[in-house]
């Protein structure tokens, strides 16, 4: 075998079995929570992805942030039950898909989230009013977005806030403070949102019914549209072709 083709094949073969460069490597990112189905969740993408980590690893970085929950108030089959069919509609695009752990960088993995459902995250909305993501993740089971955020509180950034901000599926806030009353450290911003109280089951029946109301409309309008174009018009018999 020819030398030069056999060391190209070596070469391609070394790089084919070289693990990730060590900047590629898994660095805990600041959560706001991380429970043990997000501490599986993340394993097994990283895994997915080969970057190389280890459990004790990832629960050093967990034990260095503030656990903070989301506090929902429904059941754990109710909220089962949400997941299967909010699920089951975004698998036929009717409503976007849960959302899931994207990065380790919590403004990509925002980014990648609410990509098409708001820009909110948008690098350039983010740098057009003076905003930071501080941590990002997705919680309940997929249903909610939550960010913790650094924002300009005037228009000189002469002074900075901390707010934690939620998001459903469709990327409509379901919390934020105003910038009046946000929290001036990322301590109070977490203080304010454990305040918090949600039944997700709520309030996914009523934005599902606001949608079923608006289609209905549509289809109204669709069908009045018909009505005043008529019926369709019989399609003639074939003339007869003329003799030569």
């Given at each position: 075998?020819?030398?030069?083709?056999q060391?190209?094949?070596?070469?391609?073969?070394?790089?084919?079995?070289?693990?990730?460069?060590?900047?590629?490597?898994?660095?805990?990112?600041?959560?706001?929570?991380?429970?043990?189905?997000?501490?599986?969740?993340?394993?097994?993408?990283?895994?997915?992805?080969?970057?190389?980590?280890?459990?004790?690893q990832?629960?050093?970085?967990?034990?260095?942030?503030?656990?903070?929950?989301?506090?929902?108030?429904?059941?754990?089959?109710?909220?089962?039950?949400?997941?299967?069919?909010?699920?089951?509609?975004?698998?036929?695009?009717?409503?976007?898909?849960?959302?899931?752990?994207?990065?380790?960088?919590?403004?990509?993995?925002a980014?990648?989230?609410?990509?098409?459902?708001?820009?909110?995250?948008?690098?350039?909305?983010?740098?057009?009013?003076?905003?930071?993501?501080?941590?990002?993740?997705?919680?309940?089971?997929?249903?909610?977005?939550?960010?913790?955020?650094?924002?300009?509180?005037?228009?000189?950034?002469?002074?900075?806030?901390?707010?934690?901000?939620?998001?459903?599926?469709?990327?409509?806030?379901?919390?934020?403070?105003?910038?009046?009353?946000?929290?001036?450290?990322?301590?109070?911003?977490?203080?304010h949102?454990?305040?918090?109280?949600?039944?997700?089951?709520?309030?996914?029946?009523?934005?599902?019914?606001?949608r079923?109301?608006?289609l209905?409309?549509?289809l109204?309008?669709?069908?009045?549209?018909?009505?005043?174009?008529?019926?369709?018009?019989?399609?003639?018999?074939?003339?007869?072709?003329?003799?030569?």
């Amino acid at each position: 075998m020819d030398t030069t083709k056999q060391t190209a094949e070596q070469t391609a073969e070394a790089e084919r079995a070289t693990p990730m460069r060590k900047a590629e490597k898994f660095t805990p990112g600041p959560w706001l929570d991380c429970g043990e189905d997000m501490t599986r969740d993340v394993s097994a993408e990283l895994r997915r992805r080969g970057i190389p980590h280890s459990p004790a690893q990832y629960d050093a970085g967990r034990k260095r942030e503030k656990i903070m929950k989301t506090n929902i108030t429904d059941t754990p089959r109710q909220l089962k039950k949400l997941v299967d069919v909010l699920a089951r509609l975004g698998h036929r695009a009717v409503v976007p898909r849960l959302y899931r752990y994207e990065s380790s960088d919590p403004t990509r993995d925002a980014q990648r989230n609410l990509d098409g459902r708001t820009h909110y995250a948008d690098a350039d909305n983010l740098r057009w009013y003076k905003s930071r993501i501080l941590a990002a993740r997705a919680d309940a089971e997929g249903l909610l977005f939550v960010l913790l955020t650094s924002d300009a509180a005037d228009a000189e950034n002469r002074r900075r806030v901390y707010r934690v901000v939620a998001f459903d599926l469709f990327g409509t806030v379901i919390f934020c403070n105003s910038l009046e009353d946000a929290a001036t450290t990322s301590k109070g911003a977490r203080k304010h949102f454990a305040a918090f109280r949600v039944n997700l089951t709520a309030h996914y029946r009523a934005v599902l019914a606001e949608r079923v109301e608006r289609l209905t409309k549509e289809l109204a309008e669709f069908k009045a549209a018909k009505r005043a174009l008529g019926k369709a018009p019989s399609t003639p018999a074939d003339p007869t072709p003329a003799t030569v």
